[in-house]
């Protein structure tokens, strides 16, 4: 299986502020055959179910405000929210799609400082 | 819109089995897969497998194999996961959530989410 493994656990970010999530994979999710990385972030907001932000590691969900945005490939990549609003504070996920099972990282919860 | 609407809540005892429901609207049922995904108290996310809607072919993680059953109901654009042998760990949120791109995708669209409570 492949482990996902997210740092850091959490983090406090003042408003307005820029707040980086790293993801790391214990083998790539990049496929040679269509060259993409198969690779998803979710926000996941008490009470509710995750929502979609980024695909394809860097493709921003339809609707999803562009101070989010994903970067990396291979095993290595990031989530980027470059001006953190009250509404961002929420736990992120990342995800592979590229083998079975999906394995989810362990979570990151994103806190206003 | 696309939706996909789960039932109630359900409480059970260890050793006994739920059925969760998923009924898709908005997007053609029969084109995408559904997930399974679940969430203890607390806990990270847990993919369980995923349906076929179209061919009713699943695949199940190797965690749930011979526990967890995966199936549709074209006619009424739903389909179940049903667990048994039920243990107190398998308390948990129970998501379906939409795979848009084929077999190999991420989650779109997700179920509002089923507790299941296992308890004596």
């Known amino acids: 299986d492949i482990v996902m493994t997210q740092s850091p656990d959490s983090l406090a970010v003042s408003l307005g502020e820029r707040a980086t999530i790293n993801c790391k994979s214990s083998?790539?999710?990049?496929?040679?055959?269509?060259?993409?990385?198969?690779l998803a972030w979710y926000q996941q907001k008490p009470g509710q179910p995750p929502k979609v932000l980024i695909y394809?590691?860097?493709t921003r969900e339809s609707g999803v405000p562009d101070r989010f945005s994903g970067s990396g490939s291979g095993t290595d990549f990031t989530l980027t929210i470059s001006s953190l609003q009250a509404e961002d504070v929420a736990v992120y996920y990342c995800?592979?799609?590229?083998?079975?099972?999906?394995?989810f990282g362990q979570g990151t919860k994103l806190q206003i400082k | 819109q696309v939706q996909l609407v789960q039932s109630e809540a359900e409480m059970k005892k260890p050793g006994a089995s739920v059925k969760v429901s998923c009924e898709a609207s908005g997007f053609t049922f029969i084109g995408s897969y559904i997930h399974w995904v679940r969430q203890a108290p607390g806990q990270g996310l847990e993919w369980m497998g995923w349906i076929n809607p179209n061919s009713g072919g699943t695949k199940y993680t190797q965690n749930f194999q011979g526990r967890v059953t995966m199936t549709r109901d074209t006619s009424i654009s739903t389909v179940y996961m049903d667990l048994n042998r039920l243990r107190s760990d398998d308390t948990a949120v129970y998501y379906c959530?939409?795979?848009?791109?084929?077999?190999?995708?991420?989650?779109?669209?997700w179920g509002q989410g089923t507790l299941v409570t296992v308890s004596s």
């Open positions: 995800q592979q799609y590229s083998t079975t099972p999906r394995t």
């Open positions: 959530a939409r795979g848009v791109n084929g077999d190999y995708s991420w989650f779109d669209r």
């Open positions: 394809w590691a860097s």
């Open positions: 083998q790539s999710v990049l496929y040679s055959s269509d060259n993409k990385n198969y």
